[in-house]
């Protein structure tokens, strides 16, 4: 009998990480309830400085637009609802639908109080070193709704 070898690629599949939210949700609850607040924001400060260093080098290089353009593709990938307001000094983003907080609310999961972090922490760590800072203006912890701001410092 012939061997039928298929190959196929990461990229050949659907994009679709939903439960990694529920998973990040559980280890931050972990952390806060073993270590402190602080612990959760200090994880997630140093897996964004990880992780989203060449999106921090862009940001530094080319301005607010490779942020724009980054959670515009995370949000269709994600199934999330957003407008983005822009100029070359200010980004504001409006979410009306986040798919980690949809997902979990379906799943029937507690998120936890510091789930909020996840947009703050990582927006002003996504700035550091960069000509821009980032502002949490709003966050609905029912809904997970938010709006964010990340403008250029000193203006």
């Not at 407008?83 to 070359?88: I, K, Q, V």
């Not at 998120?111 to 070193?129: A, D, Q, Y």
Request: hydrophobic letters at 35%; aromatic letters at 10%; proline letters at 3%.
């Amino acid at each position: 009998m012939a061997k039928l070898k298929i190959d196929r690629q990461a990229s050949d599949n659907t994009y679709l990480h939903k439960d990694f939210h529920s998973a990040l949700n559980t280890g931050l609850e972990y952390l806060e309830t073993h270590y402190s607040e602080q612990a959760v924001r200090d994880y997630l400060r140093q897996f964004t400085l990880a992780w989203y260093a060449p999106l921090t080098k862009s940001l530094r290089e080319k301005g607010l637009s490779v942020l724009r353009e980054h959670y515009e593709r995370i949000f269709a990938l994600e199934g999330g609802v957003a407008e983005f307001h822009e100029t070359p000094d200010d980004l504001q983003i409006d979410v009306h639908e986040n798919p980690a907080v949809t997902h979990m609310r379906a799943q029937k999961i507690a998120i936890s109080p510091l789930f909020v972090e996840t947009v703050r922490t990582v927006g002003k760590t996504l700035c550091e070193n960069t000509p821009f800072d980032a502002e949490l203006l709003h966050y609905d912890e029912t809904t997970g709704r938010y709006t964010q701001r990340f403008y250029r410092r000193g203006l």
